[in-house]
């Protein structure tokens, strides 16, 4: 399983358009990137890929890191910097299809399925599979399990991926906050590597309208407002996961420019074989 990391970014990426803050400027200087997220796993022994999520970056993500274009993707939630990136398929597949959740949304009345159907019906390269959370299906060779977790108000899915042949397994968090329920957190467990989202620090939470919450025993906020994981929050999650490995995804430009490029925070390109 060869995990490419094509996009490690929040929603306006790394450096972020117009944004002269120190640590903008740092990347500029160092030439590092994150741009909005989306996940590259090429099976080798099938020689078939999956991609996670249809980064708006879609081209550019592709033709700067030259990997495959995949066999079939997953969309975790409707967020555009989840899914708007699916416009890329025109022109460019003969055929693609694309796995998400089936259940119906309360705020949106749609699921997840639906609604990648509905926005992007004009697309005939692309054949939508509605997916049960919680129960595994067989993509690319790797048995893939969609599960929920917490980004309020619209429901969003962490994934897990595990080779049957050789038990490499990959997990992500998806954007969640620290609330993940124990059911998707029994399935995420013992993964070789963790992409999980944490999208600042928790000394940051002072700065947010609401504060933080899911403060562990130190009282240090694990969740930044309500939708994403603090860097602390996600490295508890990593702990109680098991996780050999762990890269934190989804990261805001907000990191103090001396924090923003330590380990283990993720940048574009990186790859890992398991």
């Known amino acids: 399983m060869r995990v490419t990391l094509l996009g490690t970014g929040d929603t306006t990426g ?15 200087e160092r030439g590092i990137e994150r741009t909005r997220f989306s996940v590259h796993v090429e099976n080798e022994r099938t020689d078939e890929s999956l991609l996670i999520d249809f980064s708006p970056d879609f081209r550019y993500q592709f033709l700067r890191d030259d990997v495959s274009l995949p ?9 555009f910097d989840h899914l708007d990136g699916l416009g890329n398929v025109f022109r460019v597949f003969d055929s693609l299809d694309v796995y998400a959740a089936n259940e119906t949304d309360p705020q949106t009345d749609k699921s997840v399925a639906e609604t990648v159907r509905a926005d992007y019906h004009y697309l005939e390269p692309i ?15 790797f048995d893939v399990t969609l599960v929920p977790v917490d980004h309020p108000p619209l429901l969003c899915y962490g994934v897990a991926i595990e080779d049957p042949e050789t038990g490499a397994k990959l997990s992500l968090s998806g954007d969640t906050s620290y609330n993940v329920p124990a059911d ?6 013992d993964p070789d590597l963790l992409l999980a989202d944490g999208i600042v620090p928790a000394h940051l939470c002072e700065y947010h309208p609401i504060g933080g919450r899911h403060e ?16 602390e929050g996600a490295l508890e999650l990593a702990d109680e996961l098991n996780a050999e ?8 430009h907000y990191y103090p420019a001396d924090e923003a490029f330590e380990e283990p ?10």
């Open 71 to 79: 066999d079939a993707a997953i969309v975790t939630h409707i967020h």
């Open 265 to 274: 925070l993720a940048t574009d390109g990186e790859q890992y074989v398991l």
């Open 184 to 189: 998707s957190r029994e399935i995420l467990a």
């Open 245 to 252: 490995r762990t890269r934190l995804v989804h990261l805001a």
């Open 216 to 231: 562990n025993e130190a009282g240090v906020p694990r969740t930044f407002g309500t939708k994403h994981m603090t860097r």
């Open 14 to 28: 790394t450096p972020t358009v117009g944004c002269d803050c120190d640590t903008c400027e740092t990347a500029r």
């Open 127 to 141: 054949d939508v599979h509605p997916t049960t959370p919680l129960e595994s299906v067989r993509v690319c060779g």
